[in-house]
Structure formats: structure tokens, C-alpha cells
């Protein structure tokens, strides 16, 4: 079945710790996104790249890092400089260019900093 | 800055109750629009999307949603609820000008009760 797999589902960290949440989309689309999910925020994104080895910052990039080597994968590393990373990460891929902005999404990573 | 303004961040209704969920943006110029809808325990999914044409867009389960370019919005409306449309609801509107990223409401939690 064609889809978005986030791993891991559920992720526990001490402050100052580095931590790399994976995410990966068999659909062959170009673009993929990274959004936080926090209660009454809605999703705010986080980082974007609509092709291989090229990526954008959003909304909230600081403190957090990308890389899209290859097109199935965008993972992103929440870094020790995030000062509030607890939250819900939510990775989505789309087609490119116009006419887009159909996200499909996965089923999310919680992140707990302890 | 882009911004999507949703109006109501929680909503009651008992069942075969209207409903209509305001949304507004502040882009310029061509805008796609969604409504994803998010159930509980499942993750993000399309409800319905505009791209051009008829500004009335019909989605799943009932759901429609008008785009009015003058007053920059795009309101969901399903004339009766059922208990099983218990859910949040985000809008979401992207744009050339703002290179296709996705911006995301606030979202609303809608309860339908029995």
C-alpha cells in the first residue's frame, strides 16, 4: 500500500539531546513537509522541500534541521537549541507546483522531552 | 505575513444540526483551499478542495464549502451532523506567492452529541 511511514511513534528525550524523527513516502511525490501540531495552534510548518537535495524553511524553523537526499525520505532532527520540542510531528509529501497542496500525511511522531 | 483565521475553536452541536465552520485568509492573488479533517485516534485526511471553477465544493460525507474571493473565505457547511462527524477540522490554503507551501488554521474541534 502506498503511504507516509513516520517512526518512531512515540520518542522520550532528555533536554540537550539531539533526536532524529524519520519519515518515509512510497506515493513518488516530490514535495515534503514537517509540521508541529501543538493543542489550539493548529499544524505549523516546520521545514519543506518540493525536490531532492533542496529544502525551506517555514514557519518555526529554528532549532529544528532537514535533509532530503533521496526522494523517498525527509527526516528531521529536532536539536538541542528547540526550546520547546515537546510536541506532535506530523511529516506529509504531496505532487509539486500548481494545483497541489493535497497533503497526504502520516500517523505522526510524539516527542516528550523529560 | 500568510495567515488562515478559523473562527470558532470549539463547537457543540447536537445531532441533525447544521453546521458551518468559518475560514478566512489573507493571501493575495490564486489560492488552493482544503479542509482536512483529523478523527479521533486517526491521523489527517482531505475533506474537500478548491482549485478553480464552481466556487461551491462538494467533499465527502456530506460536506461542502464555498469560496468567496471577495471576503477571502472558504466556510464549511454539512446541513445535517452525525455523531461520527465528532472531529477537528483545519482549514488550509496554499498559493504560488507563497511557493506552494501549506498554511494551516488554528483548527476547530467539533463534538456531536447523540
Known amino acids: 500500500d502506498g503511504g507516509i511511514t513516520q517512526s518512531p511513534k512515540y520518542l522520550f528525550r532528555k533536554e540537550g539531546q539531539n533526536v532524529t524523527l524519520s519519515c518515509e513516502q512510497n506515493?513518488?511525490?516530490?514535495?515534503m513537509y514537517w509540521y508541529r501540531q501543538d493543542p489550539g495552534q493548529g499544524l505549523r510548518l516546520i521545514y519543506y522541500?518540493?525536490?531532492?537535495?533542496?529544502?525551506q524553511k517555514g514557519d518555526i524553523a529554528e532549532g529544528y534541521s532537514v535533509s532530503r537526499e533521496k526522494k523517498e525520505s525527509f527526516p528531521l532532527t529536532v536539536t538541542s537549541a528547540q526550546k520547546n520540542p515537546t510536541a506532535f510531528y506530523l511529516c506529509?509529501?504531496?505532487?509539486?507546483?500548481?494545483?497541489?497542496?493535497?497533503?497526504?500525511f502520516g500517523e505522526g511522531s510524539r516527542l516528550t522531552v523529560l | 505575513a500568510q495567515s488562515v483565521s478559523q473562527h470558532n475553536h470549539h463547537v457543540i452541536l447536537s445531532e441533525a444540526a447544521s453546521l458551518e465552520l468559518g475560514c478566512n485568509y489573507s493571501?493575495?492573488?490564486?489560492?488552493?483551499l482544503f479542509w482536512y479533517v483529523q478523527y479521533p485516534g486517526q491521523h489527517l485526511q482531505l475533506l474537500l478542495k478548491?482549485?478553480?471553477?464552481?466556487?461551491l465544493v462538494k467533499g465527502i460525507k456530506g460536506f461542502e464549502a464555498e469560496f468567496i474571493k471577495s471576503k477571502f473565505s472558504f466556510n464549511l457547511r454539512k446541513p445535517s451532523v452525525q455523531w461520527s462527524d465528532t472531529a477537528e477540522y483545519f482549514c488550509?490554503?496554499?498559493?504560488?506567492?507563497?511557493?506552494?507551501?501549506?498554511?494551516f488554521g488554528a483548527g476547530t474541534r467539533l463534538f456531536v452529541k447523540a
Open positions: 506529509a509529501s504531496s505532487i509539486a507546483g500548481e494545483n497541489t497542496g493535497e497533503l497526504f
Open positions: 506515493l513518488n511525490h516530490d514535495a
Open positions: 522541500s518540493q525536490i531532492v537535495n533542496d529544502f
Open positions: 493571501y493575495g492573488g490564486t489560492v488552493n
Open positions: 478548491y482549485f478553480s471553477g464552481d466556487p
Open positions: 488550509a490554503v496554499n498559493n504560488r506567492a507563497g511557493g506552494f507551501k501549506t498554511i
